[in-house]
């Protein structure tokens, strides 16, 4: 009988997360919905040095903001508790006594001096550090407190890669390595492996830096005889201008710092898979659905994925325009300008349809909306760096805004009535719109930039619209 497919998110607590590490979870959770399997999520902290507090609460928050549901794991619980590595050092060390047992590990209790010496000798005679070439003849019983080392049979390999292919490596490659520290906690390089195997973890997908390290762990799976699982090793995001690894420097943000600028989760779901994936046809907008039932770890690209924030930009704002008005005013909440406290639910939702074009994400919506709920300071500067008001004459200004003052007044402020006073006045004032109507938005919003002007001055009303325009007026 086949196993079913078993995939697992096994970050490090050392940070926040960005958009590497939540790709790997996506896209190990998308192997595991399509086949009806099971994703969990494993903590690996035994680097304590470098662990953060708060971290795994983060972890947890962000796989929640994206809707990235575990079937088992930290913060769930599950048959192959617990899911926290540092909570399985007695299983480790089960492993570990094996590998002494067989002579597969050795107790390593030289100094970093010692091991720089020998690290110069081997650069003295031209030829890469391997620490086997360097085992100590006589190393001692290992008791705990030394550091424990893999003592590797060099030995030459092919497998097989999701993503990166047919893979061969020489024996040349093969070396000891630290499987447990002085500090008595495993190194990622060996408990990952006892981990997986006691999770019954059957695909593992994590970062391409990974791969050079695969014939150490192949030769770590033959000494304790365990079948290696299905490996896919995901190309690097790289940042924008594609020359190297996309990094904090460069814009790699935290990933909840994406839902507090007001990015929805579908919109990131569907920007992450675009990094380095792709159905094969020039489609670029999925649903979680739709990622479920086409995504294919040998569609990846072995090349990196550039990161471009303008096309998430533009995928948030079709996620966003693909919301009914109602759930965009719930996904709205949090998001308005203090103004806009005790501003009906009608009144806002009026104000949504008329931004929900515009809107790239959430966080914009004070700066498009705070205009509608108070009276901002007439602000000169708008009509002086007006390409169609700069030059004009003020009087003539004032003259056009009173012409059009009057002719607002006598409508009912209904968008129609106002669409067709306002193509009236450009006829009445032998005005192009880019003049009339650039004086008339800045007198009535103080932006210089705003939706449609009737369905803006219908929304905001024919009290506020006159009351800004003779604020303007007097200014001038």
């Not at 097989?160 to 040349?172: C, F, L, N, R």
């Amino acid at each position: 009988m086949k196993q079913p497919v078993r995939t697992r998110f096994a970050p490090s607590p050392t940070g926040f997360m960005h958009v590497g590490g939540v790709r790997t979870a996506l896209f190990a959770w998308l192997v595991a919905r399509q086949s009806g399997g099971q994703f969990l999520l494993r903590i690996e902290d035994t680097d304590k040095a470098r662990e953060v507090e708060g971290s795994i609460q983060h972890i947890i928050d962000s796989l929640d903001w994206l809707g990235l549901n575990r079937d088992e794991g930290v913060g769930t619980g599950g048959p192959y508790a617990p899911y926290l590595q540092s909570e399985r050092r007695d299983r480790h060390m089960e492993w570990a006594q094996k590998l002494i047992e067989q002579d597969r590990a050795y107790a390593d209790t030289r100094s970093e001096e010692e091991l720089d010496v020998i690290r110069k000798d081997a650069a003295d005679k031209k030829k890469p550090f391997l620490a086997r070439d360097y085992r100590p003849e006589h190393p001692p019983k290992w008791e705990p407190g030394m550091p424990l080392r893999f003592k590797s049979k060099p030995t030459a390999y092919s497998w097989h890669d999701e993503v990166m292919g047919d893979i061969h490596t020489g024996p040349e490659v093969v070396d000891d390595f630290i499987i447990v520290k002085a500090d008595g906690y495993p190194t990622y390089n060996f408990a990952h492996i006892i981990d997986d195997v006691d999770m019954r973890i059957t695909h593992i997908m994590r970062g391409q830096e990974f791969v050079s390290s695969v014939p150490n762990y192949l030769n770590l799976y033959e000494a304790l005889g365990i079948t290696p699982p299905v490996m896919a090793h995901l190309p690097q995001i790289l940042r924008p201008d594609g020359t190297k690894k996309l990094g904090k420097r460069d814009g790699a943000k935290d990933i909840l710092d994406y839902a507090k600028d007001g990015y929805l989760p579908e919109a990131m779901l569907n920007f992450l898979a675009s990094l380095g994936w792709n159905d094969g046809t020039e489609q670029e907008i999925f649903s979680k659905d739709e990622l479920i039932q086409k995504f294919e770890l040998d569609r990846v690209q072995r090349s990196g994925a550039r990161f471009d924030e303008k096309r998430l930009e533009w995928m948030n704002g079709y996620h966003i325009r693909q919301l009914s008005i109602g759930e965009l005013y719930t996904r709205a909440e949090g998001f308005w300008p203090e103004e806009a406290k005790g501003a009906t639910s009608e009144y806002k939702e009026k104000i949504l349809s008329l931004i929900q074009e515009r809107l790239k994400y959430l966080a914009e919506i004070p700066s498009l909306t705070r205009f509608f709920f108070t009276d901002l300071p007439v602000d000169r500067s708008l009509i002086e760096n007006n390409k169609y008001l700069s030059s004009a004459d003020v009087v003539h200004l004032k003259t056009l805004l009173e012409t059009a003052r009057a002719e607002l007044a006598d409508s009912n402020f209904s968008v129609e009535d106002l669409t067709n006073r306002l193509n009236g006045l450009l006829g009445l004032t032998h005005t192009k719109p880019g003049v009339l109507f650039s004086l008339i938005r800045i007198a009535t919003t103080e932006a210089p930039a705003s939706p449609a002007l009737a369905d803006t001055l219908s929304v905001l009303g024919k009290d506020t619209s006159l009351r800004r325009i003779d604020l303007l007026l007097a200014a001038l």
